[in-house]
């Protein structure tokens, strides 16, 4: 399994000691189908988890409502007492309906009961970073988070969390709540294909800000291109291999959580940061994206 040093190299987070391993793990997959209930092996789920941290890796990706509450608790009947360096962090926005759907959790109390209940169920006493995810199934949002971010703040100062970052938001979301507490960072959908953001990318890394990038995969649909299987056939990888070596040379601010139940998967994605892909490569694979 791939060697700590190599997950692509250490970044840290601005204004921390936080520093992670640029190849992290996502545990939203650990849940039941389709991210709801119990996994269908629990054992097994907790097996991935704790062979991820035996490989060297120290940040962590969930949030209380995947399961709900589920994803949580089999990272502290994995983990917990965590080890020194490893870096937990959740999200806050949204809910699940009992019958699985997805539903905004965006009002004051809302997003206080959640991250009581992402303390009680990693069994923390304080969050490492919490991000507040703008509401929005597919396309972002334009309506404004700063009394979301607001109250989390205040959670903040009440030493409930450590820091603060933002999922599934534009640049103006970023400018809007700036003054209120410092951004640590940016979890929104990108890949391969999936290009929308690449200007935020660069602007984040100017400013020394860790953009990651969720479904970095695909997510529920896997990235499909024949010219991505022709450039994986020709480096001897697979093509979700190609995948995240792309994301990790295309910026040095971003911060990879692939997720997996398989350990042969966990495996095939931290073994990604140690591929090089040589300019050639990096051109053909450049002209899959697209911004959406």
């Known amino acids: 399994m791939a060697n700590s040093e190599k997950l692509g190299g250490s970044f840290r987070l601005p204004g921390t000691e936080i520093t992670v391993y640029r190849m992290g793990y996502g545990a939203m997959q650990l849940a039941g189908p389709h991210v709801f209930g119990p996994p269908r092996d629990r054992a097994?789920?907790?097996?991935?988890?704790?062979?991820?941290?035996?490989?060297?890796?120290?940040?962590?990706?969930?949030?209380?409502?995947?399961?709900?509450?589920?994803?949580?608790?089999?990272?502290?009947?994995?983990?917990?007492?965590?080890?020194?360096?490893?870096?937990?962090?959740?999200?806050?926005?949204?809910?699940?309906?009992?019958?699985?759907?997805?539903?905004?959790?965006?009002?004051?109390?809302?997003?206080?009961?959640?991250?009581?209940?992402?303390?009680?169920?990693?069994?923390?006493?304080?969050?490492?970073?919490?991000?507040?995810?703008?509401?929005?199934?597919?396309?972002?949002?334009?309506?404004?988070?700063?009394?979301?971010?607001?109250?989390?703040?205040?959670?903040?100062?009440q030493g409930l969390i450590r820091h603060l970052g933002l999922s599934h938001v534009s640049a103006k979301h970023l400018e809007e709540v700036r003054g209120i507490s410092p951004v640590v960072c940016v979890q929104n959908l990108y890949n391969l294909a999936v290009r929308g953001d690449d200007a935020l990318v660069d602007r984040l890394a100017a400013e020394g800000i860790p953009y990651v990038p969720y479904f970095p995969l695909g997510g529920f649909t896997p990235l499909q291109s024949s010219t991505l299987t022709e450039v994986a056939a020709g480096l001897g990888a697979s093509p979700m291999q190609v995948a995240l070596a792309w994301l990790l040379r295309r910026s040095p601010n971003m911060l990879l959580i692939p997720g997996t139940s398989s350990l042969g998967h966990l495996r095939e994605n931290l073994a990604a940061a140690e591929l090089e892909l040589p300019a050639e490569v990096v051109a053909r694979l450049d002209g899959i994206g697209v911004a959406a």
Do not use: C
């Open 44 to 157: 097994a789920a907790v097996a991935v988890l704790r062979a991820a941290v035996e490989a060297g890796v120290n940040h962590i990706d969930t949030s209380d409502f995947y399961g709900p509450h589920v994803t949580n608790q089999i990272i502290r009947e994995a983990l917990h007492p965590y080890p020194e360096g490893l870096t937990i962090v959740t999200k806050v926005g949204a809910a699940r309906g009992e019958d699985g759907s997805w539903n905004p959790a965006q009002s004051p109390a809302e997003l206080t009961r959640a991250v009581h209940d992402n303390l009680r169920n990693l069994g923390v006493d304080a969050l490492d970073v919490v991000n507040m995810r703008a509401w929005g199934r597919e396309a972002v949002s334009t309506e404004p988070i700063e009394e979301q971010f607001t109250t989390l703040a205040e959670l903040q100062r």
